[in-house]
C-alpha cells in the first residue's frame, strides 16, 4: 500500500500521467482527482454545485472546508488498504497537513510527492490545447489561467518544501514524452520501500 501524490502546475500533465498509473493494474490505485471530483459536484448538482462552479470558473481555489469534506467522503467510501493516488489534492500547505492527519486516522502515510517540472513558457501551450480537447471553460480564458498559475506559484509550489523535509519529494521532468514521464514514475513507485 503506497500512497502517491502527483502535483505541479496548471498544465503540467499530471491528470495524463494520474490516469496512464490508474490503468497499470499492478500498482491497483485508486485514483481521487479533486478537479474532477469537484466537477462532478457540479454535474450532479449537489448542495455546493453554485460555490464550487464560481472558484472553477475564476481559476480560484475552492475553501478548503469544501474540499476537506469532499476528501474526506472520497477516502471513507473506499475499500480498507487501498492505495491513493492523489492528483491535484493538496494544493496548499493546510491541504497537506489535513491529508497527513486523514490518513494517519487509518495508520498509514504519504510515500512519495512527484513534482512534475514543465517549464512555464510550455504550460500555456498545453492548457490551450487541452481546452480544444476537453472543452474546459477554465482552460479557455487567458486570465483565468493566469490566476490558476499566480496561485500555482503562492500555493501549491511551497508544499515541494514540505515533502522535501520528509524526504518524501521526487522532481520529475515533465517536459519529456508522456510515456517517458510515466516510465520514471513507474520507477520511483517501483523504489519505494
Ligand atoms: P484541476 O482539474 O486539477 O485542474 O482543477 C480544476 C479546478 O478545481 C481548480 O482550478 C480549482 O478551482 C479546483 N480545485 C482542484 N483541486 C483543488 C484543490 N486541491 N483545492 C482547491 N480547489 C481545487
Do not use: W
Not at 9 to 36: E, H, S
Not at 151 to 164: C, G, M, S, V
Amino acid at each position: 500500500m503506497a500512497h502517491i501524490i502527483l502535483f505541479g502546475p496548471p498544465g503540467c500533465g499530471k491528470g495524463t500521467q494520474a490516469k496512464k498509473l490508474t490503468a497499470i493494474t499492478k500498482y491497483n490505485f485508486v485514483c481521487m482527482a479533486l478537479g474532477d471530483l469537484l466537477r462532478k459536484q457540479i454535474s450532479e448538482n449537489a448542495v455546493h454545485k453554485a460555490t464550487i462552479e464560481q472558484y472553477i470558473r475564476k481559476g480560484q481555489l475552492v475553501p478548503d472546508s469544501l474540499s476537506f469534506e469532499v476528501v474526506e467522503d472520497f477516502i471513507q467510501k473506499q475499500a480498507a488498504g487501498v492505495s491513493f493516488l492523489f492528483d491535484g489534492f493538496p494544493r496548499n500547505i493546510p491541504q497537506a497537513i489535513f491529508l497527513d492527519n486523514l490518513l494517519a486516522q487509518y495508520k498509514t502515510q504519504i510515500e512519495a510527492a512527484i513534482f512534475l517540472e514543465v517549464e512555464k513558457k510550455y504550460l500555456l501551450e498545453r492548457l490551450q490545447s487541452r481546452a480544444v480537447k476537453e472543452g474546459r471553460l477554465d482552460d479557455q480564458d487567458l486570465h483565468t489561467i493566469q490566476t490558476r498559475m499566480e496561485l500555482y506559484e503562492q500555493e501549491t509550489l511551497p508544499i515541494a518544501n514540505y515533502y522535501e523535509r520528509m524526504n518524501k519529494l521526487y522532481k520529475v521532468d515533465g517536459m519529456r514524452a508522456s510515456d517517458q514521464v510515466t516510465e520514471t514514475i513507474e520507477g520511483i513507485i517501483n523504489g519505494l520501500k
